[in-house]
């Protein structure tokens, strides 16, 4: 069975789609929780995959760093190496060597850097980080761009996109053809409605399986990038995946499907249960807060998982306070749970073309 | 149902016993992996009872600092607070109050201390901490007790074991009568056989439902311990529990139940098992180690637990030095799942009267 797209139904804007994988199938709108470093934080994959998570994310720049792709590709890749059975996204490395690493030289060829961890200069270019997907053997590979910092510097921003366009092409090359996986191209553009045009037009001259948002939830106002998405949703192809990287808090995404994506991950859900946050259908509760030490209610009772089912804000409010690894575990597992529950009922609302009265309805609640 | 305890076999000195308690049994020997601040950490209590733990422990010091006893309280005990449906054993907060707190004075009435967390003044007395213990609404209950630090000065521990056993009226006369509920006496006399035998004695007269020894691994080497308990062993009433507080290494759990102990407790195995180490049938390995980085075998495939079934030592490896929480979760659990292990394989031999040959297999690796 090769990979394929299609859309089911849409309704006000949203898309109701299903993309599959030899690995397994995904419900689009999809959230992808991030696993960064061959975990998803604080979970077992068995409790990720409780909460209806159909697939994961993994980074290709911090696993080349930690442990290093040597140990992954001896096991036969990333599912191997970290039991998991879901279909798996890697990231190219493009975005994380340009936030976290100091870098020595970007060049037309590629980019040379140093380790965030230990100092290391390493080199990688659009051949090293398709190179090191395909010894991840992730399922959905993404092409290595330069993904620039905010900026209202117009001629940064087309410079980046040039070189990125030319990054996409000797992706795809490197890439080859492999009908079991699927090769994403990331629109760069930054706020410029024109450049980010401009870049997937180039993108789809070359073609590739999906198309992804690259360079936004970077400091940008949620209204500037629903704008961006305003704009460029008309010209995304309707036929193939719209992702949107690196997104975002609930309301993002609720206002993201809206605007025609399909595909999100984001580190909120699992870096916010790190901290004693919760998102909730009520908004998010800081479980730090003392008022909760009183509270002997479940966190969400429309939220099936052991933080919302089998325990009380009290409790949670006592684990996260004394920094427990068990209050991390349950918060992290309730976030993903909601956010999971979030999609499913977008996806609920899209199928019974009543998108819009959901959106409506928690919208500003979400954005609270 | 009230408590009972009953032996079932005896071999080589070693005991097979059942403890029955309304919240359910309790083979012996038996391992209690210790909850805190009201969780086996980095576990969730599923977790904990899939490695075959029947009872835990919960530490009176700690609660009463935080969350504090009330909101315990308030939902009806420690198993609804911590949505655990195992029995509980408390200890009594004398050990913590002696190793954690800064002491403002000792009389005769209790213990005034300054709280490690905040620095408050609090009061405890063998009152208090039964009333507390029945506001946890354990199962097993500890007497207040006065635990002097490791010291060769017999004037220092007689005076503690006088104290002591009026602690333990008092301890007794509070606890009244309860047959869905233990309490135990707590042995003190450090490593003075008559000072030992003198407190025995005396709790004796008191009379309990099981008798533990306190006092012991707070320095003193194993061969010291274990020559307390040759002493001390001869006297314990046989039809009852014997419980060695706080102890300890596989290798000392095989040795103390050689010696007619029938319950332990202890942080080793959670403790360890958040730094990377990790008890195994092959002795102790600390996964942090370079050489796991390329060692692709589970890491003790006798254990079940997803460690050691589901995972590599190479995964493990990476995990532990990226400091993901998901190592921590890892390793405490095969820690307690091969505690359990070891008890039920402890337990089998008695059963077969072959409980000689299992320790001279078994003692001096783990002891490794």
Redesign the interface.
């Known amino acids: 069975m090769s990979c394929s797209f299609k859309i089911l139904n849409e309704n006000a804007g949203a898309r109701l789609g299903l993309i599959s994988t030899p690995r397994g199938d995904i419900d689009t709108p999809a959230f992808m929780p991030v696993g960064t470093?061959?975990?998803v934080?604080?979970?077992?994959i068995d409790q990720v995959k409780s909460t209806g998570t159909q697939i994961i994310l993994g980074n290709t720049y911090h696993l080349m760093l930690?442990?290093g792709i040597e140990?992954i590709d001896?096991?036969g890749g990333l599912h191997q190496?970290?039991?998991c059975d879901l279909p798996i996204l890697t990231d190219s490395g493009g975005f994380q060597v340009m936030s976290l690493s100091k870098i020595s030289k970007i060049t037309n060829d590629g980019v040379t850097f140093n380790s965030h961890i230990d100092g290391k200069k390493i080199f990688i270019s659009p051949e090293v980080s398709i190179q090191i997907q395909k010894s991840l053997n992730s399922d959905i590979v993404m092409i290595f761009d330069e993904c620039p910092e905010y900026t209202l510097d117009k001629n940064r921003v087309s410079k980046a996109v040039n070189l990125s366009i030319d990054w996409a092409k000797r992706s795809k090359l490197e890439f080859g053809i492999n009908k079991n996986k699927m090769l994403f191209g990331i629109i760069q553009g930054g706020i410029f409605n024109d450049l980010r045009k401009e870049s997937l037009d180039r993108l789809q001259e070359i073609g590739f399986d999906g198309y992804a948002l690259g360079g936004l939830a970077v400091g940008e106002k949620q209204n500037e990038m629903f704008e961006v998405l305003d704009n460029i949703s008309q010209f995304l192809p309707k036929n193939k995946p719209h992702y949107l990287m690196g997104v975002g808090t609930p309301s993002d995404l609720l206002g993201a499907v809206k605007r025609g994506i399909d595909m999100f991950d984001c580190v909120l859900p699992t870096r916010s249960g790190?901290t004693g946050l919760a998102y909730t259908w009520e908004g998010k509760k800081n479980l730090r807060n003392a008022k909760y030490?009183?509270d002997?209610e479940p966190l969400d009772p429309k939220v099936n998982c052991?933080a919302s089912q089998?325990?009380?804000r009290?409790?949670l409010?006592?684990?996260t306070?004394?920094n427990?690894?068990?209050g991390?575990?349950l918060l992290t597992w309730h976030n993903i749970a909601f956010y999971q529950d979030l999609m499913k009922k977008i996806r609920e609302s899209i199928a019974d073309n009543n998108f819009e009265n959901f959106y409506r309805k928690h919208f500003e609640i979400l954005n609270s």
Not at 41 to 44: D, G, I, R, T, V
């Open positions: 470093a061959a975990t934080k604080a979970l077992l930690r442990p140990r001896r096991v190496f970290m039991n790190r030490a009183t002997d052991p089998n325990y009380s009290s409790y409010n006592h684990l306070n004394s427990e690894i068990l991390s575990i």
